[in-house]
């Protein structure tokens, strides 16, 4: 059955109409069919004797598959018994040995699901300060090429446009970028004028940025100027129409990655009729899969047309060349992380690090406040073990640094860190500074008079990270998110096809990390090996046929915004062009 569309049209006068709900709603109120049943089929005449036969038979071939379906039944049964006890068991164990119980019982923890990473670098310091071996070329870390290869751009033409589209970007400055991009790839499939789109205040992240505070908003106009049309405000004859109020236009609340057939099918049908249309909230409603012209609108909107607005630009241009000056024994070459060691991710992953009990109760209080009772439910079993196992549990500045100097990177390296409060930074940084002592961040290559113009504006500070980690010969990601993410295909879009990016196998770290009988040469050895398999996967390119796209765009840029890349050396690419 077709998904019903969720679409409302809020309006002053709808109570005048006989309701609250809005005018256009395409839900039917009908569950079911009112058709009456088909008249019985007419009997037909047969002699007692064939009547008879096709009884035996049709009762033979009933009992046949009868026992036939009682025997897989009682099979069935039989087996399921058997799994749900095997599941029991498997859950009971992990609980017993990952879980908070494990110490009762006396059982030895399974392998990596207890952090001794500190344990493991006191044992290994030494080793490591003694390694005398050469210490790795930064412009050599990358060994894995792709053979570029550069296709035109697709052309298309589009008629006369349908009418304008808004929409409303939620989240942090990654998520609102993905609902800029899907909403440029939107006004073209519908053939419609886009205006600005709008960003909604979030409780989370509490910047109050408009559009033009981030982005340059006349650049992103002039550069989709022939393929797409944008505007900055709808028309004043359309407001009057609709009282002056954003919420009393056509509404949309479309699914999560709705299909392009659903936006043609039914939103593009109103958009015609009413000439406005409003899509709120606007976060990940574009499925992957669209057509490659709507495709390539999302490569023109992430790679050509969004550009820091001025302020940004300007300040994170001076502190990428601070950080090429700082870097002048690497040749001007650097290391970025992207590291995830704050208090909010910390509590929210509910993995268990060196503090012991003050870290927990620390831990818990801050859930509480912040999350109330969602972590204390009777459905949520919280196994901190076995979220480390399975790699859920953000990498401390420790494991980071212990990753950097075992795939080869000295003390001479210069590294830019990326990232909010470090949760008790003191603590935490200080085997960090100890294995990479020039570190630095926004906060120690500006000066205060040329922070105090972004604080309290998280995704304005959000932009100086992402433009000094863009540049740098080495991203590293160390939890996910849409951050890494953008940043990743970014870097795969300038750097001809690689990521240039150490994505860490926390699977494979937690075992290493647990492991006191390890040397510092085999801990050496397992990462220089997961630094080249993070070399070869850094040039994987999707296999895309037609519009068959699993993985999202924003991440895998290639094959679809092939045709816009350019040669170019990517340290010069900071200089804004002339206006």
Not at 63 to 80: H, K, M, P, Q
Not at 432 to 461: C, H, I, N, Q, W
């Amino acid at each position: 059955m077709k998904a019903k569309p969720y679409y409302h049209q809020q309006n002053t006068n709808a109570a005048a109409s006989g309701g609250g709900g809005g005018g256009y709603s395409s839900e039917s109120s009908n569950g079911g069919s009112n058709s009456p049943s088909p008249p019985p089929s007419p009997r037909r005449h047969s002699s007692i004797s064939h009547s008879r036969r096709r009884l035996r038979t049709k009762s033979f071939s009933f009992f046949r598959r009868d026992s036939f379906a009682l025997t897989v039944s009682f099979i069935f049964r039989r087996n399921l018994r058997y799994l749900v006890l095997l599941c029991l068991l498997y859950v009971s164990g992990l609980i017993m040995c990952v879980g908070p119980f494990a110490g009762l019982v006396g059982h030895t923890p399974v392998p990596g699901s207890v952090y001794r990473s500190h344990e493991i670098f006191g044992k290994l310091w030494d080793q490591i300060q003694s390694d005398n071996s050469s210490a790795i070329d930064l412009s050599s870390v990358w060994k894995y090429k792709r053979l570029k290869v550069q296709k035109p751009c697709l052309n298309s033409t589009s008629p006369g446009p349908s009418g304008f589209l808004i929409v409303e970007a939620n989240g942090g400055l990654n998520q609102q970028r993905s609902a800029i991009c899907n909403a440029v790839a939107v006004a073209g499939l519908l053939n419609a004028i886009l205006v600005i789109p709008r960003f909604e205040f979030n409780s989370v992240w509490k910047d109050p940025s408009e559009f033009g505070d981030i982005y340059d908003e006349d650049h992103f106009v002039a550069t989709l100027d022939g393929y797409i049309k944008v505007v900055r405000e709808l028309p004043d004859l359309l407001m009057e129409r609709y009282d002056y109020n954003m919420t009393n236009i056509p509404t949309f609340r479309v699914q999560a990655w709705a299909p392009a057939s659903y936006y043609m099918g039914e939103v593009y049908p109103v958009l015609r009729e009413q000439g406005v249309i409003r899509i709120a909230p606007f976060a990940n409603r574009l499925a992957m899969n669209v057509p490659p012209h709507i495709q390539l609108l999302r490569c023109m909107a992430n790679y050509k047309a969004l550009r820091f607005s001025d302020p940004i630009s300007t300040l994170a241009e001076k502190l990428v060349k601070r950080m090429i000056e700082k870097s002048s024994g690497t040749g001007g070459k650097y290391v970025s992380i992207h590291l995830r060691f704050e208090e909010d991710m910390v509590a929210f992953s509910c993995c268990l690090y060196d503090g012991g009990k003050a870290e927990k109760l620390e831990m818990d209080m801050f859930r509480e406040k912040w999350w109330k009772g969602k972590f204390k439910r009777k459905d949520r079993v919280i196994l901190p073990g076995l979220n480390r196992i399975n790699g859920k549990c953000p990498l401390t500045p420790l494991e980071v640094g212990m990753m950097l100097r075992g795939m080869g990177f000295d003390n001479n390296t210069s590294i830019y860190l990326a990232s909010g409060k470090i949760y008790q930074a003191e603590r935490h940084l200080a085997s960090l500074l100890k294995m990479f002592p020039l570190v630095y961040t926004k906060e120690s290559l500006a000066t205060p008079d040329e922070l105090a113009p972004f604080e309290g504006y998280s995704s304005r500070l959000a932009a100086l990270d992402y433009t000094v980690c863009l540049f740098s010969e080495v991203f590293v990601t160390t939890h996910g998110g849409n951050f890494p993410h953008f940043l990743m295909g970014h870097r795969r879009f300038l750097f001809d096809g690689h990521s240039k990016t150490i994505n860490p196998d926390k699977r494979k770290l937690v075992l290493l990390f647990q492991d006191m009988n390890i040397s510092w040469v085999t801990f050496k050895d397992q990462m220089e090996i997961m630094l080249s398999e993070n070399d070869r996967k850094g040039i994987i390119v999707p296999r895309v046929r037609k519009i068959n796209r699993k993985t999202s765009i924003y991440t895998y840029p290639l094959p679809e915004c092939r045709c816009l890349q350019q040669s170019h050396n990517t340290t010069l690419q900071l200089t804004q062009p002339a206006r």
